[in-house]
């Protein structure tokens, strides 16, 4: 392994943060040599991440990762859904992007990404929602005044994009938390494990608790979706496009479950403090997607004690989303590469 040039450098922290090429200040640090000093490197991530340009982390990584990228092109059924379009759409993950670039700016807890007060609305999304009070104009923060929204687990972009045409899932809502959030994700489906119906007012005038109550009957199918039908359940009073619901068309919604360990939640505020208990596990999570990120090629088992470091420092320091930024420009794998593709 050799330590890339400071040229090389210069161009990795550029579409690292800017998700472009580096500009003529950057160009001119690493022409200087600066870049090769631990403080003139922080000082200049400081400067990138004060740049209108580092929203780019929010639209390019915070929407992949949370795989909400496409829900502009996802189809939708409006004669179930009614209201739905696709400005209205644009900005269900334009919140998500906000909501990621406001950790960053502001350099907040990444752990409010399980639960904050706050979120970022127009005033469609804000109808979408239910909340008054939000006047015509461009996306805006807005104060919450309880735990039904906040946190990326309740915006509409991810309810959406884990829902299907014509029902909510909580079998992909509950594989989504597990993967996204606590790094863990599950294996793929055994042949023949089957599938739900499409439509949640199928003939059998089943719930989708007694559906997934019959599916993991089965015990092939039982191992894994005893992981994931739980959280996706504390989602349920969320329709498919993320609105708020206390009824389906089967009457009142029971969103309480038990998780693994025996941890009883109700619905999503219970959800939210069993995540939040779990804040090593979401480190870790966004900590190794950011990373894949920003290498651009996935982890291998040598880059294992620089994660660890990485969250080690994340730990003590409060979680703070700035300091995940510098801490993998300053890692190992980032400033040093072993042959072309890495």
């Not at 949370?66 to 009614?82: A, C, I, K, N």
């Not at 349920?236 to 206390?246: A, C, I, L, Q």
């Not at 870790?284 to 291998?300: D, K, N, P």
Request: proline share 7%; with cysteine.
């Amino acid at each position: 392994p050799w330590p890339v040039s400071s040229w090389e450098l210069a161009t990795r922290l550029s579409y690292f943060i800017w998700g472009t090429m580096p500009d003529d200040g950057l160009l001119s640090k690493a022409a200087s040599g600066a870049l090769s000093d631990g403080v003139g490197l922080e000082a200049e991530v400081e400067r990138m991440l004060n740049d209108p340009k580092a929203v780019s982390l929010g639209e390019r990584f915070a929407a992949r990762w949370l795989g909400v990228s496409e829900v502009p092109t996802q189809p939708t059924d409006v004669r179930r859904f009614s209201g739905i379009h696709a400005p209205l759409k644009r900005s269900m993950v334009q919140e998500t992007v906000l909501f990621f670039d406001g950790l960053v700016r502001e350099d907040r807890s990444l752990l409010e990404l399980i639960d904050s007060d706050y979120t970022y609305l127009n005033k469609a999304l804000a109808g979408h929602y239910g909340i008054d009070g939000v006047e015509p104009g461009p996306m805006r923060r807005v104060e919450l005044s309880d735990r039904r929204r906040g946190g990326v687990l309740t915006h509409a972009s991810v309810l959406f994009a884990t829902s299907q045409p014509l029902r909510t899932s909580p079998v992909v809502r509950g594989a989504w938390v597990l993967e996204r959030l606590l790094a863990s994700p599950p294996p793929p489906p055994p042949p023949g494990a089957g599938a739900l119906p499409q439509d949640d007012q199928a003939e059998d005038g089943l719930s989708q608790r007694a559906r997934l109550e019959r599916h993991r009957a089965d015990p092939k199918c039982a191992n894994c979706h005893d992981r994931m039908d739980p959280l996706g359940l504390a989602l349920e009073n969320y329709d498919g496009v993320g609105r708020w619901r206390d009824e389906d068309h089967l009457g009142a919604i029971d969103s309480s479950s038990v998780l693994p360990g025996g941890v009883k939640v109700e619905g999503v505020e219970g959800l939210k403090d069993a995540l939040l208990a779990r804040s090593d596990d979401v480190g870790r999570a966004v900590t190794e997607a950011m990373m894949v990120y920003a290498l651009g090629r996935s982890l291998r088992p040598r880059d294992a004690p620089f994660v660890e470091e990485i969250l080690s420092t994340l730990s003590e320091g409060g979680w703070r989303a700035r300091m995940l930024v510098k801490s993998i420009v300053q890692s190992y794998p980032f400033r040093y590469r072993r042959r072309a593709d890495s």
